[in-house]
């Protein structure tokens, strides 16, 4: 998390009324916007799913970090006060670069995720689950040991559960229900247990008393993991602890929306049909998705060169 002097002034007041932008390579990211806005109810989001190139989890980093860098640079076009990268594949790929480059400060997924297992842990052995990227970056076993160095940490990677998550979306097509309280119903079926205990039986025999769910797709999946883990492990999603930082560092920089000040959630996708994503994205945002913009990838290509800074 970026500590900042706290501001305060009419400059201060002004950009508090500004949007916090929110990304994702998708709909996962809306798990971590749902919690933001659900905690701070006064703040409007500009929310980014860049559907078009979803997955980012097979992708290079490099390729995520690019991509991360051309969605926070047209955020902040958008005069965003805040930037909150909600996909770990992009926080563990551009997390560092995107901060060095922009002025507003930017939260990721993974050190929130990190801080929440460390302090949940007994037996101070961790799993984490995540995309191929997250995983193999290293970014989550770095920011657990740098919290607390003696920790074990057992990650793996697990690709299939976004796949199965994008599935058990499209069978529920209501979206307008909660559908965090339908997970069980949706995601207990038996191809996808049998997949859950294929990735998930060598963490238990790990020893782990801690998993994190390193990938904003899944806490959708908490039910099926839980049946796969048993009652004793705890399951980690870093949504809320996200949500902690945005309003903690807001409130620190004397940017935090007034009571009152009315709030308007816009919406960005580069797919060329948004269907699915406003579909799935309402589903899981529990709120209309209205006011959307489609972006091209041009839009976002051409937003790299004025605001990179000389070396
Ligand atoms: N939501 C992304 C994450 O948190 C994963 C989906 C993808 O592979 O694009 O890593």
């Known amino acids: 998390m970026q500590i900042t002097p706290p501001q305060t002034g009419p400059e201060a007041l002004s950009s508090a009324r500004l949007p916090i932008g929110i990304f994702d390579s998708g709909v996962g990211g809306f798990t971590v916007a749902r919690e933001i806005v659900s905690r701070l109810p006064d703040e409007s989001i500009i929310y980014f799913g860049d559907t078009l190139r979803c997955p980012y989890g097979p992708r290079t980093l490099f390729e995520v970090k690019t991509f991360a860098q051309q969605i926070s640079n047209w955020l902040v076009n958008q005069q965003v006060k805040l ?107 038996p191809a996808f247990a049998e997949i859950a205990r294929d990735y998930l039986d060598p963490l238990c025999r790990c020893k782990i008393d801690t998993l994190v769910l390193g990938c904003t797709h899944y806490p959708l999946l908490t039910p099926l993991v839980r049946s796969v883990l048993g009652p004793d492990i705890q399951i980690i999603s870093s949504a809320e602890e996200t949500a902690l930082d945005v309003a903690d560092t807001l409130a620190r920089r004397g940017q935090l929306a007034p009571a009152g000040t009315p709030v308007h ?47």
Do not use: K, W
């Open 83 to 189: 930037i909150v990268i909600a996909c770990n594949s992009a926080t563990a790929a551009g997390l560092e670069s995107i901060q060095r480059l922009l002025d507003v400060p930017v939260i990721g997924v993974i050190e929130p995720g990190a801080r929440a297992a460390v302090m949940a842990t007994r037996s101070r052995r961790v799993g984490v689950i995540g995309t191929v990227a997250t995983i193999e970056s290293g970014a989550y076993t770095r920011s657990i040991r740098a919290i607390d160095a003696g920790v074990t940490v057992f990650s793996t990677a697990t690709p299939r559960f976004v796949e199965i998550v994008e599935q058990g979306l499209r069978l529920d097509r209501n979206p307008f229900e909660d559908i965090m309280a339908q997970t069980a119903a949706i995601y207990i079926r």
């Open 265 to 311: 959630h816009r919406f960005a996708t580069t797919a060329a049909e948004p269907g699915d994503f406003v579909v799935l994205g309402s589903t899981i945002f529990r709120r209309p998705i209205e006011d959307l913009a489609l972006v091209s990838i041009d839009d976002l290509e051409a937003t790299m060169q004025p605001l990179q800074r000389p070396a």
